[in-house]
């Protein structure tokens, strides 16, 4: 089994803790206010990974490993926030066509007449 202490000089990446947490609210928040929360949190997240996996592509021996693959496990749950909070943006848009078009399949006129 490999040795997992960091070398000397190693130092952690600096967008690996922020994107994890951002992923971990994405999946949490993914279906609160239609997803739009779970969106934001999930993009950032995800762009923060994404400058973390550069810096680790350009010069991983001075960052730590753990480091790389918690901005990696970043990554995978702003993903999957991402999804979640797409679908429950998508949702609310045919829930509020759907209801658009029902209230305006009402008989209004007959309704305020007093038809009814």
């Not at 089994?1 to 999946?27: F, H, K, Y």
């Not at 950032?44 to 994404?50: D, E, H, K, P």
């Not at 702003?78 to 509020?96: D, E, K």
Request: charged share 15%; with cysteine.
């Amino acid at each position: 089994m490999e040795d997992q202490t960091p070398m000397e000089g190693q130092q952690s990446l600096p967008n690996a803790t922020a994107s994890l947490v951002l992923g971990i609210v994405s999946i949490v928040t993914g279906c609160v206010l239609a997803g739009v929360i779970g969106l934001i949190t999930g993009i950032i997240g995800l762009v923060l990974s994404g400058k973390d996996k550069k810096a680790y592509a350009e010069n991983p021996e001075q960052y730590t490993e753990s480091s790389y693959k918690q901005s990696k496990a970043g990554r995978v749950c702003s993903i999957i926030g991402l999804i979640l909070g797409s679908l429950a943006f998508i949702i609310t848009i045919i829930y509020v066509v759907f209801m658009g078009a029902a209230f305006a399949a009402l008989p209004w006129e007959d309704m305020n007449s007093g038809g009814y």
